[in-house]
């Protein structure tokens, strides 16, 4: 079992629709979580970053975490056809991700139906 | 502000045959960051410098890689000779510490044929 897991779809949505992307986790050593946006021959660009539990909110975004179920989540809400690229989530023990580390998960493909 | 530079975009080589990639971080930028993305994978660390030192390459192939940082502002990461399963995009980070948000350069694919 891999220390993250995520879907990696596709999912296809009609614009519009509220988008939930999700991760699991088995580490309970993660403390940080990040949502990285990838679009098609493009490095990833930093969306959301959360620490510990709770909800992060920044315009249509909303990042929650949940660490009593190990399990992290990211919403998009008004979703535009902008929106399709690949969504990568990532954690790490320490702030940054630098001393120990960011494990990834594999990434989910978004695709917003005009 | 200029963003984090990758050259080349894309590389094709043949099996055994050298390649190298070549980085330059963010203005500022003291730690820099290899990683390795397969297709349909996340990236996964390979290497990562604190100016000039490479503090983290636990995860470098050290037989047929290697990686400079020289002056601690630009780095090359080489692959010499390259099979044909380092096919994959190659990406540099950048940040000012190891405690701060990692920024993405586009990667270099590499096809090894």
């Known amino acids: 079992q891999k220390e993250v897991e995520q879907d990696p779809g596709p999912l296809s949505v009609p614009e519009g629709a509220i988008v939930s992307l999700n991760c699991t986790y088995s580490?309970?050593?993660?403390?940080?979580f990040m949502w990285y946006r990838q679009y098609s021959r493009k490095g990833p660009e930093l969306l959301m970053y959360t620490y510990s539990s709770g909800n992060k909110e920044d315009g249509r975004f909303t990042a929650q975490v949940d660490k009593s179920s190990k399990y992290i989540s990211l919403f998009i809400r008004d979703s535009q056809p902008s929106d399709s690229a690949t969504y990568l989530c990532a954690m790490s023990g320490r702030s940054g991700g630098g001393a120990d580390g960011l494990t990834f998960g594999k990434g989910t493909h978004l695709i917003i139906q005009p | 502000e200029a963003g984090v530079v990758q050259s080349p975009r894309y590389k094709i080589i043949e099996k055994k045959q050298p390649v190298a990639f070549w980085c330059n971080p963010i203005?500022?930028?003291?730690?820099l960051y290899w990683y390795l993305q397969n297709l349909g994978q996340g990236p996964e660390l390979l290497i990562r410098y604190e100016n000039e030192e490479a503090v983290d390459d636990s995860q470098l192939p050290k037989d047929r890689f290697s990686a400079e940082r020289l002056k601690g502002v630009d780095s090359t990461l080489k692959i010499q000779p390259a099979e044909l399963g380092d096919s994959a995009v190659y990406l540099c980070a950048s940040s000012f510490g190891e405690r701060d948000t990692q920024y993405f350069g586009p990667g270099t694919r590499l096809t090894v044929l």
């Open positions: 580490n309970s050593a993660f403390q940080y």
């Open positions: 203005s500022g930028h003291n730690t």
